[in-house]
């Protein structure tokens, strides 16, 4: 009876061994893998943060009258002692004056050829060089919708194009477009005198927007400006009075001061640049450089100076706002983070290929812990990194590289 009892025990041993090894077998090669198709995605690691505008800006005297009529759009650049606006008795006059203002520049450029000699020795593919930088310069400046130079540059094409022809005789002077230009201008401005209009005392960029700021906050002055007073500058809503004619931006180069917790200023570091993005209409991201960083005393947070050299009709009106600061953007493949995985200490993935796992090392591009994934790289050196649409297992037991498995 023990025998038989024995015998029994025995079978019912090789019965649980044997479907444990068929449980395990099946294990293997049955698993179901979870797979997501590599794709590529571009991630911003960005900040936003509240700013003001600083410029090296000059409240042009005079009062805004109903009388007062405009002859330049905010951001346009304007030569020094030009008119940007005048005061009229009857409006239909700004016509003549825009007319008479486009004439004595024009008047100007072919003033300046009168009586020099190097127009004479201007070679033509010099001239053709500077024609064709202007135009790309007009065309790169519509593309980002900045407009207010093209005057100046049409100009500048017409100057050269008046040299060329001085060069090649085909003009053997100016003088009667001259005296043409002359008797024009002095018709179309009978009706004017110098103290209707309101003339810029430099060069610059015109708007008529004045908030009261132009006192506080100068180039000069920014670095020594305490972060609790930036704060109280940074908050507040500055609107134009619109008792003033306008003023006058010296310089495209300006800055803008943003606040930033403390945890956040290690991201900044001075020279760096990064893309600035203030969601106007009409303007586009553009580069600003790291010009300088200023801690309060608390080292709770700080002021990080951005360097601008964009100037915009839209930009010109600007002081405080909103701006997301990029500092880098990455484009790779996004993916799970549990996707990470090891084999033999090297970090990678594994992927499905049909019916074969394989495994891709990988490199970590970027990481967002909060939200669980990662951007790998398109490539890995010189081996075979992951490939578009590959697809990547995050989910399953048992994987080994080179393994086959049974769908």
Known sequence: ????????????????????????????LYVDYETVAAREAVVEDKLTAQAIAIRDEEVLPGAAKENLVYLYTDGAHVAKEAPVARYVTDRSQITDQMRRDELQKELQNLQSLSGTGDALILQTDTVAQRVYADIDTIAGNAA?????????????????????????????????????????????????????????????????????????????????????EYASYISASPEDTGAQVGKMIRSHIWYCAVMVNAADLSRFQEGATVELDFGLSGTKPFDGEV????????????????????????????????????????????????????????????VLETTVIRFKPVEILYENEQEGYVILSESYGERAGLQRFDEVIIGGNGLEDGKIIKL
């Open 291 to 350: 010009h300088k960083i200023l801690e309060d005393s608390a080292g709770a947070r700080g002021v990080v100076l951005l360097r601008c050299d964009e100037m915009s009709e839209e930009l010109s009106n600007l002081r405080t706002h909103k701006v997301d600061i990029s500092f880098q953007r990455i484009t790779g493949y996004k993916l799970p983070s549990g996707c990470i995985r090891y084999n033999k200490g090297e970090r990678g993935v594994y």
């Open 144 to 228: 980002r919708g900045t407009l207010s130079e093209t005057q100046e540059l049409r100009l500048e094409i017409l100057n050269q194009l008046n040299r060329r022809n001085l060069a090649t005789a085909k003009e053997d002077g100016y003088d009667g477009r001259i005296a043409h230009l002359e008797e024009e201008i002095l018709t179309l401005g009978a009706s004017f005198a110098d103290e209707e209009a309101v003339i810029t005392p430099e060069a610059g960029y015109f708007t008529k927007t004045v908030d009261g700021f132009e006192e506080l906050l100068s180039p000069e002055n920014m670095e020594d400006i305490p972060v609790d």
């Open 1 to 28: 009876m023990s025998k038989v009892l024995s015998r029994i025990m025995l079978a019912l041993c090789a019965v649980c061994a044997l479907g444990y090894a068929g449980f395990q077998l099946w294990r293997y």
